[in-house]
């Protein structure tokens, strides 16, 4: 088990920031492949952004590229993922999930296993 939870999330107008943090716990977690996905209202869940174990690969949805940043605290067991010049079109719950069957290296983007309960993200001016 690598019990996730996600926090930071709320309403940001267009153009703002947000931070959204994912917390863990044990070993399970630093050596696990964490990734970000979000769900809009009547659309499937898609992929956002992956780090792998280390923190030295990452992955990015294309609509995501330049402006989110994922970044990993082993020692803190905690991602964060910096969201920046948001969009209405990012506004979802947005989800953290680890992938415990990965080698050195992968920041994959399926395959995950584990998944918090998820955090609102609202931009609307």
């Known amino acids: 088990q690598v019990p996730l939870v996600e926090s930071g999330g709320g309403l940001v107008q267009p153009g703002g920031s947000l931070r959204l943090s994912c917390t863990g716990s044990?070993?399970?977690?630093?050596?696990?492949?964490i990734a970000w996905f979000r769900q809009a209202p009547g659309k499937d869940r898609e992929f956002v952004a992956a780090i792998s174990q280390g923190g030295t690969v990452r992955d990015y949805a294309d609509s995501v590229k330049g402006r989110f940043a994922i970044s990993r605290d082993n020692a803190e067991t905690t991602v964060t993922l910096r969201m920046n010049r948001l969009e209405p079109e990012d506004t979802a719950v947005y989800y953290c999930?680890?992938?415990?069957?990965?080698?050195?290296?992968?920041?994959?983007?399926?395959?995950?296993?584990?998944w918090g309960p998820g955090t609102q993200v609202t931009v609307s001016s």
């Open positions: 044990g070993r399970t977690f630093i050596t696990s492949a």
């Open positions: 999930s680890a992938r415990t069957r990965v080698v050195s290296g992968m920041a994959p983007r399926s395959g995950y296993e584990y």
